[in-house]
């Protein structure tokens, strides 16, 4: 269910199909009960837990639904939709969130994948490192970034303040100025060693007799970045920059439990609203899933737009260079 | 390649940047560090010097009773016990459905193969967030299951299968099928050929799923909430500990927060040092390598 664990696969290039075999050299086949009954586990699994949630949905988009009574509506869910400022304006949240983790991620995952390229001492210690929190739940590092962000105990701004960055201290998680910012460095922090595997994993493949080729015609450390490794890494980086496109607009969890959309809807991302309206909130028990499935909808259209866009910017990209 | 680095001899000037860079690399890693540090080093201090703050990362007097209090008082013996079930089940049945499911996958050519292999990646794409849990949520309700972590168990194996389903399959296919035809003669039934001759083989694949599954488990966060709503005896970990924080009492019981989320990320952090090539290796297994 975990967003990471999908979101490698799309790397994957298509499979080599299993090889012709000859079919006068071939034995006969045999086993089919066998293969279907070993298929079955996995097909009652994607039947239950992909297809039949999603049908589902479809059941209830035209209804007013509490958890105990499904009232149909016809299309009063739609025109609500249509005049939901909230959830306008959590969409709005999702890409701003979207756009300056990206600005900050993927830089910073490439400039550090070039780093430890280097070859320095003990880079499969800082890669390592580097990688470390994606492994961690992010409701902890949620958790563990709510006693770094804390206003008057928190160990972030009593070193701030001990440096002296700063006078009075920050309310991180409930200032409207400063609450994006700290989901946003809780975000880079989880995220970053990801996308940098990716580009040392890319990078391994570029040829050494590249660089030093560059080397001896007089190249510096730059010019080597901008006219070898990033040229080179492209395919990779392309692939990449999907993922990291769709997952930044279907992080919430982290949100969740730094935030939870808070202050006011300042960091109330679509999905998180979307979960709200679906199991309530601790305040506001009142769920409204008839509304939520609709919504739900919606998400994923966004998401499948702003993926269709990229690909076709990628792809246009692509033509020119 | 490391050869070629090391034919290359460095100018002092070189050495100097290299120098600077090392230097970087050993401050961004203090950074990343840090927060996880903080954390495991708090968990030892007292409550007291939790609320207080100050920005030593050291206690000034290590205890251990934090974890004692967590134990006994906050239920996080159950919680771990939760989180133990939670995650090795996720690991078993991912190992189990994946594995005949990738063989089948790549060795068998049956009408609608193609098919199924599409809708598998299709609802990879498919994300429709959270809404998707609350069907589950009233089938386990349906047939009675819960009040068990089974539903859990259940549906976070059926959520992150096709991960796995893929990468078995990648690996299946690289696996020569002369293997096959050679058991088969032998006398060895399809089954058989599978349990036998491949799934050995798979030793390098099965180590990435179990790994994967197994943090999948222990990290799973919104699907165990959601079905523990009204039963704390549930709870793995990751909903144990931030149930604290929405306890309302918050301040109040930092250091058993503090020691919960410890708890809750040693283990995971001992398996990822143990096994950090796995959990590297899985992410761009057959990906950006192709």
Not at chain 1, 269 to 283: P, Q, R, S
Request: net charge positive; hydrophobic share 50%.
């Amino acid at each position: 269910m975990s967003t990471y664990d999908k979101e490698h696969l799309q790397l994957r290039p298509t499979n080599r199909p299993p090889r012709p075999v000859n079919k006068k050299m071939r034995l006969k086949e045999s086993g089919g009960l066998a293969a279907g009954l070993m298929l079955t586990p996995s097909l009652i699994f994607l039947c239950i837990c992909s297809i039949y949630p999603f049908i589902w949905i479809f059941r209830y988009i035209g209804y007013n639904y509490n958890g105990f009574v499904a009232r149909p509506v016809g299309f009063a869910n739609f025109t609500r939709m249509f005049s939901d400022t909230t959830f306008w304006n959590s969409v709005v949240t999702t890409f701003e969130y979207a756009f300056w983790k990206l600005i900050i991620i993927i830089p910073l995952a490439l400039i550090m994948a070039v780093l430890l390229n280097q070859k320095l001492r003990g880079s499969s210690f800082f890669r390592g490192a580097f990688f470390m929190p994606t492994v961690i739940a992010t409701s902890i590092s949620g958790m563990i970034f709510t006693f770094i962000f804390a206003t008057q105990n928190g160990i972030l701004n009593n070193i701030l303040q001990t440096v002296g960055l700063m006078g009075t201290p920050i309310n991180w998680l409930m200032d409207q100025g400063f609450a994006m910012e700290a989901v946003m460095i809780l975000s880079v922090w989880a995220g970053f060693g990801n996308y940098m595997l990716y580009f040392v994993t890319g990078m391994t493949s570029i040829s050494e007799d590249v660089y030093e080729s560059s080397r001896i015609d007089g190249a510096n450390a730059v010019q080597t970045f901008f006219k070898i490794t990033l040229p080179m890494l492209s395919p990779v980086l392309k692939v990449v920059l999907m993922l990291a496109i769709t997952g930044a607009f279907k992080d919430y969890e982290a949100i969740m439990v730094l935030t939870n959309g808070g202050p006011g809807s300042r960091t109330n991302v679509m999905f998180l609203y979307i979960f709200k309206l679906i199991f309530g909130t601790a305040d506001n028990a009142r769920m409204q899933i008839g509304y939520g499935a609709l919504l739900s909808l919606m998400a994923a259209v966004i998401v499948g737009a702003v993926t269709i866009i990229y690909n076709l910017v990628a792809k246009r990209l692509d033509d020119v260079v | 390649m490391a050869k070629n680095r090391a034919q290359i001899v460095y100018s002092p000037q070189q050495k100097t940047i290299r120098g600077l860079l090392w230097l970087l690399l050993v401050f961004m890693t203090l950074v990343v560090i840090f927060p996880v540090a903080y954390v495991i080093l708090g968990s030892f201090k007292e409550n007291q010097e939790l609320l207080l703050g100050g920005s030593n990362v050291f206690p000034q007097k290590w205890i251990i009773q934090n974890y004692i209090d967590a134990w006994e008082q906050a239920n996080f013996a159950v919680y771990t016990k939760n989180s133990l079930i939670l995650s090795l089940g996720v690991m078993v049945l991912s190992l189990i459905i994946s594995t005949m499911a990738g063989y089948v996958f790549s060795r068998k050519n049956f009408w609608g193969k193609e098919i199924i292999y599409g809708i598998f990646t299709a609802f990879m794409f498919i994300n429709v967030g959270s809404v998707s849990l609350r069907p589950l949520y009233e089938l386990a309700v349906g047939v009675n299951i819960h009040t068990s972590l089974w539903p859990v168990v259940l549906f976070s194996a059926g959520g992150g299968q096709a991960t796995y389903i893929f990468l078995c399959r990648g690996y299946v296919n690289s696996v020569p099928r002369e293997l096959d035809e050679a058991a088969r003669i032998d006398g060895c039934t399809f089954f058989q050929t599978y349990y036998q001759i491949i799934l050995p083989m798979l030793k390098p694949v099965l180590a990435t799923i179990a790994i994967l599954s197994f943090r999948q488990g222990w990290n799973e966060y919104i699907m165990p909430r959601v079905f523990t709503m009204t039963n704390d005896n549930l709870r793995p970990l990751t909903v144990g500990v931030n149930m604290l924080k929405n306890a309302g009492d918050g301040a109040a019981a930092w250091n058993i927060m503090f020691a919960g989320a410890t708890i809750a990320i040693i283990p995971i952090l001992v398996v990822f040092i143990c096994f950090s090539r796995y959990f590297m290796g899985g992410l761009t297994a057959g990906a950006v390598k192709g």
